[in-house]
């Protein structure tokens, strides 16, 4: 599914990933963990294509995505990739609903389609009830969920998680690892994710340990 090889990055002097090597099978659930500054988020973010790696190759599926560049990028990120981050950024003026379309309508998806599997993931992930409300009115869990749905919105061949439970207490942060694993043996999908959490890294298929820009163990 994913397949990196040589991944460097440099922020001006500071050399930040030394020569990543990673690959992720399809639906296998990833965790990366280590301190803070061993290169988790950068790394995770070049795979994501959010950021450009200094050197190295980063194949999805059969797609070389380092040799992709602007409205092709962003058209393929839109269709096979999904986020989701500690921080939600979910749109404040928008309801749970539209903010799980809208990444459905960026890629010309008809809006009635759009909108009828944005329904059935939001019921599926308990907010059936919440479905008009904007994101002010969700608790954080509910906000997280609204997130993880709209990462799910295209189908996506992978989906990078940065801290997804960071902000979340333990209770929200356990209903988010289990629904990590009902999404993976329920549609086969594919995560990598960043965490400090040692209770969603146990629930991993593998855990990847970096330190000092380099994956050790």
Request: aromatic share 6%; glycine share 8%; with cysteine.
């Amino acid at each position: 599914m994913l397949n990196a090889k040589g991944i460097q990055k440099f922020y001006e002097k500071l050399h930040v990933l030394k020569g990543v090597d990673i690959s992720v099978n399809k639906g296998e659930i990833v965790s990366i963990v280590g301190s803070s500054g061993a290169g988790k988020s950068t790394l995770l973010h070049i795979l994501g294509t959010l950021d450009e790696p200094a050197a190295g190759e980063i194949f999805l599926g059969q797609v070389p995505v380092h040799e992709l560049k602007g409205k092709k990028l962003a058209a393929f990120r839109n269709k096979e990739i999904g986020f989701v981050f500690q921080f939600h950024h979910l749109l404040p003026e928008f309801t749970a609903l539209e903010n799980v379309c809208i990444p459905g309508w960026i890629a010309g998806r008809r809006k009635k389609e759009v909108e009828t599997e944005a329904t059935k993931l939001l019921q599926m992930l308990g907010l059936a009830e919440r479905l008009d409300n904007k994101p002010n009115a969700l608790s954080g869990g509910e906000q997280q969920r609204v997130a993880v749905a709209r990462a799910l919105i295209n189908k996506p061949a992978i989906v990078f998680a940065d801290e997804p439970t960071g902000n979340l207490d333990s209770k929200n942060a356990k209903e988010l690892h289990d629904l990590f694993v009902q999404l993976r043996n329920q549609f086969n999908q594919t995560f990598l994710i960043v965490t400090h959490n040692e209770e969603l890294a146990g629930m991993s298929d593998r855990t990847l340990h970096m330190k000092d820009g380099l994956i050790v163990a």
